[in-house]
C-alpha cells in the first residue's frame, strides 16, 4: 500500500510528521482508499510519436552516415531533426527511446554464423549422440584439440603483494617464443593429458594418435576421437609420420568425429581449455620447461580432484532449440 504524502510540523514534544494536505482533500473528498493513494500525475507528452519513434529505430539500424563507423547519440538526434518537424531533439530522448526498445547501435558483436545445412546437423548429433552414451571402457570418446600459447618473460621483477597493496609488475615484458599444446579430455570420465610441444605439424598430431592408443587406452578397442577439422588431424597424418603398417594399425583402433566447421563450442575439450588458461596460464610463463612443469601439476590436481565438464545440450534439446535452422526436407515429386 502507498504511503500517503506527508509534511512535518512542531509541536509541544518535538517534531511529527502531519498528512499533506492533498491527503486531507482526498479524504473530505473521498474515503480513505483515496487519501492514500495517489492520483496519477500527467508529466510531460512524449517528444516523439509512435511513427517518429519506429523511424528512429530504423535510422539506428541502418548503416551510420559516410566517414562514420557508428551511430552515436548525438548523430542520431541530428539525423531525427533532419527527417521529421521538430526543431530540436535532445541526446537523452534518443538514448530512453533506444533503450526502451533495447537498442545500442554503437556497440557490435562478432559472431562466427555457421551454414546450419544436412552435414552440420549429421555432424552434430554424431558428436551429440557420442556425449550422451554409457561409458564404455572398451570403446572411450576423447575429445582432442590443440591451442598455442605464448612463452613470456619478466623484465623486472614483480613486487610481491604485502597487506595494503597489490602485487606489482611491469608493464614490459620479453617474448620468449611460443608452444603448442595437444589437449585430451575423456567424455566420460574425469582424466585429461595435456602434451606440450614445439610445434603442431601433421607428425605432432600422428604422436598424440599413438599415444592414445598405447599409453592411455592400451585396453581400448576402439577409440572415439572428437575434434575440428584443422588440416592435419587427418588419418593422413599417420602415414606422414609412421610406417605404412604401423599407421593402419593405428587406424584400426581409432575412429574419428568431426564437430561441424565452425562449430568448435561443440568440442567439449574446447571448456577444459577455457579451465587451463584460467587457472594456470593466466600469468606470464617464460620457458618451455616451466610451462611444461607448471601445466602437469594442474594435471595431477585436476585429475585427483574428479573434475569433469557437465555436458547439457543434447540432440533432443538440439532439434528443440535449432529446428527452424534444421535443413528443410525436400518436396516429394
Known amino acids: 500500500m502507498p504511503v500517503p504524502a506527508t509534511r512535518r510540523s512542531r509541536g ?10 492533498g491527503s486531507k482533500r482526498r479524504f473530505v473528498l473521498g474515503n480513505l482508499e483515496a487519501a492514500l493513494s495517489e492520483e496519477p500525475r500527467p508529466g510531460a507528452d512524449r517528444k516523439l510519436s509512435g511513427k517518429e519513434e519506429a523511424l528512429l529505430v530504423a535510422t539506428a539500424c541502418s548503416s551510420p552516415p559516410e566517414g562514420r563507423a557508428r551511430w552515436t547519440l548525438d548523430l ?3 539525423a531525427m531533426v533532419r527527417l521529421t518537424e521538430h526543431g530540436d531533439i535532445s541526446r ?33 548429433e554424431d558428436v551429440l549422440d557420442l556425449y550422451a552414451e554409457q ?65 603442431r605439424t601433421a607428425v605432432d598430431f600422428a604422436a598424440c594418435m599413438r599415444e592414445l592408443v598405447d599409453v592411455h587406452f592400451p585396453r581400448a578397442e576402439r577409440i572415439r576421437v572428437v575434434l575440428d577439422n584443422l588440416s592435419t588431424h587427418t588419418a593422413g597424418a599417420l602415414y606422414q609420420a609412421f610406417p605404412p603398417g604401423e599407421a593402419r594399425r593405428l587406424l584400426r583402433r581409432l575412429e574419428f ?29 617464460d620457458s618451455h620447461k616451466r610451462l611444461i612443469a607448471e601445466i602437469a601439476a594442474w594435471e595431477r590436481q585436476r585429475n585427483a580432484s ?28
Not at 260 to 268: C, F, I
Open 12 to 21: 509541544a514534544s518535538g517534531w511529527a510528521a502531519r498528512p499533506s494536505i
Open 257 to 285: 568425429h568431426y564437430v561441424p566447421k565452425h562449430a568448435s563450442w561443440l568440442n567439449m575439450v574446447e571448456i577444459e581449455i577455457g579451465v587451463l588458461r584460467s587457472q594456470c596460464l593466466g600469468r606470464r610463463i
Open 135 to 199: 561409458p564404455d571402457p572398451k570403446r572411450p570418446v576423447v575429445s582432442f584439440d590443440e591451442r598455442p600459447t605464448q612463452l613470456i618473460g619478466e623484465v623486472r621483477q614483480p613486487i610481491k603483494a604485502k597487506p595494503g597493496q597489490l602485487e606489482r609488475y611491469d608493464c614490459e615484458y620479453k617474448r620468449n617464443g611460443t608452444a603448442n599444446l595437444f589437449i585430451c579430455l575423456d567424455v566420460h570420465r574425469p582424466w585429461r593429458k595435456v602434451k606440450v610441444t614445439d610445434s
Open 306 to 333: 574428479r573434475a569433469r565438464i557437465k555436458w547439457m545440450f543434447t540432440t533432443d534439446k538440439a532439434r528443440a532449440k535449432m529446428g527452424r535452422a534444421y535443413p528443410k526436407l525436400s518436396a516429394k515429386e
Open 92 to 124: 537523452e530522448t534518443v538514448r530512453r527511446r533506444l533503450a526502451e526498445n533495447e537498442l545500442k547501435p554503437w556497440c557490435k558483436d562478432m559472431w562466427c554464423i555457421p551454414q546450419v545445412d544436412g552435414e552440420f546437423v549429421a555432424r552434430m
Open 76 to 78: 542520431l538526434a541530428d
